[in-house]
T-cell receptor, first 114, second 110 residues
């Protein structure tokens, strides 16, 4: 199984809603990532978890809250988002989070904030 | 700095060869990744270079010159399905995170 799955595929939420994005992998990877990608732009790193501990937070606003319940799961909790937060949110995982580790990306959740 | 530059768009013909260049500032990166991303889909891994030289993998090859801060992705025998965005990404520093270039949108015409 070399797949990273993400749910939901699409999400429309209002600025006062609370929602969560979910990511799962069963490759035994110990590093997991959240990226944000706007249209025709490259992915931008948001968070990195290594061995279930947050190792990188790229100065992301607090309305985005990551959580890693176990080594296979990664969540992104959303609250009080802004329309400019509309984007494709990609989850990825890699073996250890070391130099040269290939990152496997999930299909993404396309988020629209109204 | 960690700027990564690559052309915005390229066009090529089915069956031809195309080279997509990527330049970066040499400080801060240990290795270079190339990813392919079809519209609306997730990026998929193509190659990783950490040593100077050419790595060949089927129709795709990737080259790295660390001293020059230069990499390229070479695609041979182009197929229509190769139409996609190609992302160059630097890896390294204290946390091994990926820093992506803006991507090159390749269009393969019949």
């Amino acid at each position: 199984d070399t797949e990273v799955t993400q749910t939901p595929k699409h999400l429309v939420m209002g600025m006062t809603n609370k929602k969560s994005l979910k990511c799962e992998q069963h490759m035994g990877h110990r590093a997991m990532y959240w990226y944000k990608q706007k249209a025709k732009k490259p992915p931008e790193l948001m968070f990195v978890y290594s061995y279930e501990k947050l190792s990188i937070n790229e100065s992301v606003p607090s309305r985005f809250s990551p959580e890693c319940p176990n080594s296979s799961l990664l969540n992104l909790h959303l609250h009080a988002l802004q329309p400019e937060d509309s984007a494709l949110y990609l989850c990825a995982s890699s073996q250890e989070g070391r130099e040269g580790d290939e990152q496997y990306f999930g299909p993404g959740t396309r988020l629209t904030v109204t | 700095g960690q700027n990564i530059d690559q052309p915005t768009e390229m066009t090529a013909t089915e069956g031809a060869i195309v080279q997509i260049n990527c330049t970066y500032q040499t400080s801060g990166f240990n290795g270079l990744f190339w990813y392919q991303q079809h519209a609306g889909e997730a990026p998929t891994f193509l190659s990783y270079n950490v040593l100077d030289g050419l790595e060949e993998k089927g129709r795709f090859s990737s080259f790295l010159s660390r001293s020059k801060g230069y990499s390229y992705l070479l695609l041979k025998e182009l197929q229509m399905k190769d139409s996609a965005s190609y992302l160059c990404a630097g890896s390294g520093g204290s946390n091994y995170k990926l820093t992506f270039g803006k991507g090159t949108l390749l269009t393969v015409n019949p």
